[in-house]
């Protein structure tokens, strides 16, 4: 399987609040919108894309949202941690670096979804040796 694109839906009643977020703070951009679903794509990365739609429709009731994480990988994830606590987020885990080699912080958006926010870092000794283990010749 190759896979072309990956997108992410998030079942919601906040569709506006939802797609105002991350048109402000991660610069996506609108490419379809209705009554009960919204589409957005980032220009970066037009592969990537995060969708809204509504919990209850004829199709029945949706997914509520609760235990998902969606990680963005930056150059600069200390740029990225500045920039949202100036625009006035609430920073759910500060800025810190994790032994399996990200440094990282985590903002929810207006569903309660975690923006698990990462910058790729040199891991622990213990970790590069556990991911060396999984390599195949």
């Known amino acids: 399987m190759k896979i072309k694109r990956v ?21 996506f951009k609108l490419v379809y919108e209705s009554s009960w ?46 920039r949202l606590k100036a625009a006035g987020l609430d920073i759910k885990q500060e800025v810190q670096d994790k032994p399996w080699g990200e440094r990282s912080f985590v903002v ?5 979804v975690h923006l698990y926010i990462y910058q790729t870092i040199e891991p622990t000794p213990e970790y590069k040796a556990l991911y060396d283990s999984f390599k195949t010749e």
């Open 7 to 27: 997108d992410v839906t998030i079942s919601t009643n906040k569709m506006q609040e939802s797609k105002e977020f991350y048109q402000k703070y991660f610069n």
């Open 108 to 112: 929810d958006d207006p569903n309660g």
């Open 37 to 82: 679903y919204i589409e957005l794509v980032s220009p970066q990365m037009p592969t990537t894309g995060i969708s809204f739609t509504l919990p209850q429709r004829e199709a029945g009731e949706f997914f509520g949202g609760k235990g998902i994480i969606i990680s963005y990988e930056v150059d600069d994830v200390d740029a990225e941690y500045c």
